[in-house]
């Protein structure tokens, strides 16, 4: 049986959040309606983030 990868979507999507981000920043729109829209969604996600699961080595 093979090792199944899951694809990555949500980082696809979070990167694509950041330069959306730093596309309003670099138009000088920091602090409209969808700099803020876009900073909270970022947020909610970094809060929702789980660590990953750690290696666990055998014990001896």
Known sequence: MGIVIPFPRK???DDE?????WELVMAGEIGSAE???L?????RR???????PG???PAR
Request: hydrophobic share 45%; glycine share 4%; no cysteine.
């Open 35 to 37: 700099y803020r829209r």
């Open 46 to 52: 970094r809060g929702n983030m789980r660590p990953a």
């Open 39 to 43: 900073d909270a969604e970022i947020n």
């Open 17 to 21: 959040l950041a330069i959306q981000l």
């Open 55 to 57: 290696y666990a080595a």
């Open 11 to 13: 980082q696809v999507m």
